[in-house]
């Protein structure tokens, strides 16, 4: 079995909700073609494996350096959320926000 027909057995599906089913078995291995011309399928030994982008790559790469850079950091918790402001109103303290909004003192 060639890479192109494992490539279309992959894609079935499609063939199967198809109208058309030859017509998309054809246009499917027209599409591998191009895609083969193109760089994005790398064929081996009968199979294929899809090549991704250089945006892909580059994107996953900072993903992995920006994970390994938290993991150096050692596990850091980040601490409560701060409090929030306290007004004086004539003799009482009203606090204005966070988590004794509106709850006099």
């Known amino acids: 079995?060639?890479?192109?027909?494992?490539?279309?057995e992959d894609r079935q599906y499609l063939i199967d909700k198809?109208?058309?089913?030859?017509?998309?078995?054809?246009?499917?291995?027209?599409?591998f073609d191009r895609r083969v011309e193109q760089g994005k399928i790398i064929v081996k030994n009968g199979n294929y494996q899809l090549n991704p982008s250089k945006?892909?790559?580059e994107f996953v790469?900072?993903?992995?350096?920006k994970f390994?850079?938290?993991l150096a950091k050692g596990g850091e918790?980040?601490?409560y959320m701060g409090g929030?402001?306290?007004?004086?109103?004539?003799?009482?303290?009203?606090t204005k926000?966070?988590?004794?909004a509106s709850r006099k003192t």
């Open 18 to 31: 198809s109208s058309n089913p030859d017509k998309k078995k054809d246009s499917l291995g027209i599409e």
């Open 68 to 70: 390994k850079s938290e």
């Open 55 to 57: 945006e892909v790559k």
């Open 61 to 65: 790469d900072a993903g992995k350096a």
């Open 84 to 94: 929030g402001s306290v007004h004086k109103n004539k003799s009482k303290m009203i």
């Open 97 to 100: 926000r966070g988590w004794g």
């Open 1 to 8: 079995m060639s890479a192109k027909d494992k490539y279309i």
């Open 77 to 79: 918790v980040k601490k």
